[in-house]
């Protein structure tokens, strides 16, 4: 069984400039999830979709980023414009229907100049 | 504000030790409880999720949960050199979404 994927794996850009991340989860799995991880510490939820509606977006910084999951499922997360806080590692995680558990994808390292 | 508290360590084990990895959480709401296991420069890996009071056992693994505390655990027996990593320790589930630690650094001295 495949796992989430995602795309690109780094990118740099510098402040001001836009930016957007893709996420495919697992086959079949209805919830899908964003996190923004900084270095040293544990990832933070930024949204929570359930199939294309939005669960959970009470930490997503919504005056620079915004997230979409128009068909139920494959994501994107986009930030504009990039300020130099938001380098960190932005992960994609999805689960089973009827589980909790989450599989990461591997991540996209942003670096923001 | 819901919270997850673990040791940053580094927790250093003898190779062949348990390793003894903890974790306290503040919300009581909370009903899964999960332990990741994340390598440097990699994204998490699930490694068990428990749900109610006891012990869960998967091979070397052991992952305690004690709700009235709000404390959870996770045991690695016959600790390895490839144990190395940060275990991040989260909880929440449905659609609360998982609220995570900062993870302890692991080293399993040969």
């Known amino acids: 069984e495949a796992g989430v994927a995602q795309s690109p794996r780094y990118k740099i850009i510098e402040k001001r400039q836009s930016v957007a991340f893709w996420c495919n989860p697992i086959s079949g799995h209805a919830t899908l999830y964003w996190y923004q991880q900084i270095l040293g510490q544990g990832p933070k939820l930024l949204i929570q979709f359930q199939n294309n509606g939005v669960v959970d977006d009470s930490q997503l910084p919504k005056d620079r980023f915004s997230a979409e999951r128009l068909k139920g499922v494959d994501s994107t997360l986009k930030i504009q414009p990039a300020k130099l806080e938001d380098s960190a590692v932005y992960l994609c995680a999805s689960s089973p229907i009827g589980g909790d558990e989450q599989y990461f994808g591997p991540g996209t390292r942003l670096t923001v100049t | 504000q819901k919270e997850v508290e673990q040791n940053s360590g580094p927790l250093s084990v003898p190779e062949g030790a348990i390793a003894s990895l903890n974790c306290t959480y503040s919300d009581r709401g909370s009903q899964s409880f999960f332990w990741y296991r994340q390598y440097s420069g990699k994204s998490p890996e699930l490694i068990m999720f428990i749900y109610s009071n006891g012990d869960k056992e998967d091979g070397r693994f052991t992952a305690q949960l004690n709700k009235a505390s709000q404390y959870v655990s996770l045991l690695i027996r016959d600790s390895q050199p490839s144990d190395s990593a940060t275990y991040l320790c989260?909880?929440?589930?449905?659609?609360?979404?998982?609220?995570f630690g900062k993870g302890t650094h692991l080293i399993i001295q040969p």
């Open positions: 989260a909880g929440g589930g449905g659609a609360d979404g998982l609220t």
